[in-house]
Antibody, heavy 119, light 108 residues
Framework: QITLKESGPTLVKPTQTLTLTCTFS??????????VGWIRQPPGKALEWLAL???????RYSPSLKSRLTITKDTSKNQVVLTMTNMDPVDTATYYC???????????WGQGTLVTVSS | SYELTQPLSVSVALGQTARITCGGN??????VHWYQQKPGQAPVLVIY???NRPSGIPERFSGSNSGNTATLTISRAQAGDEADYYC???????????FGTGTKVTVL
């Protein structure tokens, strides 16, 4: 059974750096074809893909946010960490992590964590 | 960058068929995936690779993809199908995942 869960601060101030952790179980990020991605959703708005890390440590970032994002993995801890620098109120959103396998879609999602950016 | 366009809303009578479109340049050459999202919940994959259903997804959900439009079809719509639906592709030219603008489905 695959599960993922996001954790991190619920409130950050503008210009601060956000660090989110995705802790998962039921799969290994060292297995060929596996990836973990981050997707966010501002209140009342659409889903937006942010970043993804593959089993071989290859990384992909949204072009519009690439300069602000870093994604890393700790295979031994079954965790993926996303950092986003220079946070702004427009970054207020629910942030999801999700499992990806081979087909370039996300078949399992975490419950999401709401991050509010406000002074 | 690659863009996917969906209608803002679709209404369907109870028991009838709803069709949700996802438009993109030559989308027929890509694999399209669909997610259902109910209020306050995480998205759920309902169709992958154009027309495949994950286990547990009712046969009432089906998909097709050709030319510049992909379509998610919900047959015999039920009240429980009310949700937002998003299409998604992998754009190999930019190595990016792209989500559609989302469609709110209302069952009347």
């Amino acid at each position: 059974q695959i599960t993922l869960k996001e954790s991190g601060p619920t409130l950050v101030k503008p210009t601060q750096t956000l660090t989110l952790t995705c802790t998962f179980s039921g799969f290994s990020l060292s297995t060929s074809g596996v990836g973990v991605g981050w997707i966010r959703q501002p209140p009342g708005k659409a889903l937006e893909w942010l970043a993804l890390i593959y089993w071989d440590d290859d990384k992909r970032y949204s072009p519009s946010l690439k300069s602000r994002l870093t994604i890393t993995k700790d295979t031994s801890k079954n965790q993926v960490v996303l950092t986003m620098t220079n946070m702004d109120p427009v970054d207020t959103a629910t942030y999801y992590c999700a499992h990806r396998l081979d087909g370039d879609y996300f078949d399992y999602w975490g419950q999401g964590t709401l991050v509010t950016v406000s002074s | 960058s690659y863009e996917l366009t969906q209608p803002l809303s679709v209404s369907v009578a109870l028991g009838q068929t709803a069709r949700i479109t996802c438009g993109g340049n030559n989308i027929g050459s890509k694999n399209v995936h669909w997610y259902q999202q109910k209020p306050g919940q995480a998205p759920v994959l309902v169709i992958y690779r154009d027309s495949n259903r994950p286990s547990g997804i009712p046969e009432r959900f089906s998909g097709s993809n050709s030319g510049n439009t992909a379509t998610l079809t919900i047959s015999r719509a039920q009240a429980g199908d009310e949700a937002d639906y998003y299409c998604q592709v992998w754009d190999s030219s930019t190595a990016n995942y792209v989500f559609g603008t989302g469609t709110k489905v209302t069952v009347l």
